[in-house]
């Protein structure tokens, strides 16, 4: 498990990681040759300069050892790893700091922690890698309660069970996804989610917030692996029936998965597991001219609904490719790819370039052989779009720092409303960013495909005003989000609602269902301590 020392308290990542001096002023240097203005990278903040007040509450005996005040504790507790985030981390505006960080050690010390919470009318904020963009671990809104209590599940770590057989394992919601692949890997199984908050986040977090992964189709969302889970509630502990499948009834899984930390807090589950795979084929396909995204849509659109299920099917239009370094031309790039532990892919393969060349793509000669390692995936534009992405987090912070606005909007929608969808969207965020910022730009790529619909993820870099990226970056989000709710696509694909999305939510959801959603809240957490704010009011 990588320390907590390690971790940046205000940024994303370890300390020291990402991009140093020189390629810092590199990107910085880039961005003023783009956008034609002058920009002043500041230094990162140092953990001496934070101050804090005391301390409102002062933990029982019996739970001391387990809480800390440390100033850097309660920063890195404060906020998650969004834009907006990173800028008041950077400002050193601490705004609603936890009063305590506790670190239990095992289920009874969670069930303790919220019985002091309910006791103490604290606010009890689950928190797993602090990888949140929306909002989801910060206490706005607890204006209620007499303190804040983060509650921080690292050392809730371990696989605690494997069922080789069933292909499942029991594994405790701290554990953070390297960790978690690594006690698999002796066994030949993998979980293979892998969200781009992969290194950061936590088992518990991604049920919670019901993460995206890995998977481009088909096994989407941490949703498709849970067989069950153990949840620790104000009102006490309960934990679901394992099983391959059940029609008994409304799910209680379902029911906590995206509860956001408002109901309960996720301790253990049992995950759905896979041999790791030995056999993988990619290849990068083309889709040239000013038409190029739309007929890149198509062959995902074919691809999506011939029941191949790619492992990755990712579209970049033409900015995105540029900005990623997957290509240099006015062209969108699919980047397509298939993973087995046992058989070949060349057939899948054959068939999916297939789709893409009938829908306009050009495919390069030799492309999509089946080999057994992953070179293909880490060459070309799909490396060139893997290591930009892995990096993109690191980036975003260099660029904060430069007062320059970087940040994403993801959402889905059906194919039927996709082109309309799609140039509304987009042409609502690049006349936000025009008129707000003067300049900048928007890309978009698909994360996530059904054969239904896609799941269109954009990303805005924009000069902001030193001082007024928060303001500027929030009249972009509310412009952009207005036309997405308004145009039918959902408020949030797999970047959680936490506080930050509770307006569209608010929107999006059906009036009974929110009234149903509160009275379960009442029954599982009646003192609303768990996370106030998120999904619903206190």
């Known amino acids: ?54 301390p409102r509450v002062t933990a029982p005996a019996a739970l001391a050892p387990l809480c800390t005040d440390r100033p850097r504790e309660r920063a890195r507790h404060t906020y998650g790893c969004a834009f907006r985030d990173v800028v008041r981390a950077l400002r050193g505006q601490y705004e609603n700091p936890p009063d305590l960080v506790a670190f239990p050690r095992d289920e009874r010390d969670v069930t303790a922690l919220l019985a002091w919470c309910a006791d103490a009318g604290l606010a009890a904020i689950p928190y797993g890698g602090g990888s949140s963009v929306v909002g989801g671990v910060e206490a706005r809104g607890c204006d209620g309660h007499r303190g804040i209590l983060s509650i921080d599940l690292s050392r809730l770590n371990r696989v605690l069970e494997i069922d080789r057989t069933s292909r499942a394992a029991r594994i405790q919601a701290g554990i953070l996804g390297p960790a978690l692949e690594d006690a698999l890997r002796p066994h030949g199984l993998t979980l293979r989610h892998f969200p781009q908050s992969f290194e950061f986040s936590s088992l518990g977090g991604w049920i919670a917030t019901r993460a995206g992964g890995h998977y481009a189709t088909l096994y989407t969302h941490i949703d498709d692996f849970v067989e069950s889970l153990r949840v620790v509630t104000p009102r006490g502990t309960l934990e679901s029936r394992r099983l391959p499948g059940s029609g008994a009834g409304p799910s209680p899984d379902r029911l906590f998965l995206g509860s956001e930390g408002t109901l309960g807090i996720v301790v253990e589950a049992w995950l759905r597991l896979q041999d790791r795979p030995s056999l993988r084929a990619s290849a990068s396909v083309q889709f040239p001219g000013a038409g190029g995204f739309l007929r890149g849509a198509e062959a995902v659109r074919l691809l999506s609904q011939t029941g191949l299920f790619p492992t990755n099917c990712r579209l970049l239009d033409a900015a995105e490719a540029r900005l990623s370094g997957a290509g240099a031309e006015d062209a969108a790039i699919l980047v397509l790819g298939f993973e087995s532990a046992d058989h070949s892919l060349d057939a899948k393969m054959h068939r999916a370039l297939e789709c893409c060349r009938d829908a306009g793509g050009e495919v390069p000669e030799g492309a999509g052989a089946t080999r057994s390692d992953d070179t293909a995936a880490r060459e070309g534009a799909a490396g060139a779009w893997r290591r930009a992405f892995l990096n993109a987090p690191y980036v975003r912070d260099v ?29 609502a965020a690049q006349d936000a960013v025009q008129r707000i910022c003067g300049t900048g730009q928007v890309s978009c790529r698909f994360t996530h495909v059904y054969p239904d619909g896609a799941a269109p993820y954009f990303t805005v870099v924009a000069p902001g005003r030193r001082g007024s990226e928060l303001e500027q970056w929030d009249e972009i989000k509310a412009a952009v989000s207005e036309v997405v709710v308004r145009e039918g696509g959902t408020v949030t694909h797999h970047h959680a609602v936490g506080r930050d999305h509770r307006p569209g939510y608010d929107r999006q959801r059906p009036d009974l269902f929110a009234e149903a959603l509160r009275a379960t809240k009442r029954t599982f957490d009646p003192g609303g301590i768990l996370n106030p704010g998120v999904l619903i009011d206190p």
Request: glycine residues 8%.
């Open 399 to 427: 660029l904060a720092r430069a007062a320059c606005i970087s940040e994403t909007f993801e959402t889905a929608i059906t194919w039927d409303r996709l082109e309309s969808f799609h140039a509304s969207v987009l042409g």
């Open 1 to 54: 498990m990588i320390a907590a020392e390690q971790r940046r308290f205000w940024g994303w990542g370890n300390e020291g990681a990402g991009p140093d001096a020189d390629h810092s002023a590199g990107i910085t240097r880039s961005l003023e040759k783009r956008f034609g203005r002058p920009l002043e990278l500041i230094p990162e903040p140092r953990a001496e300069d934070l101050a804090f007040p005391e």
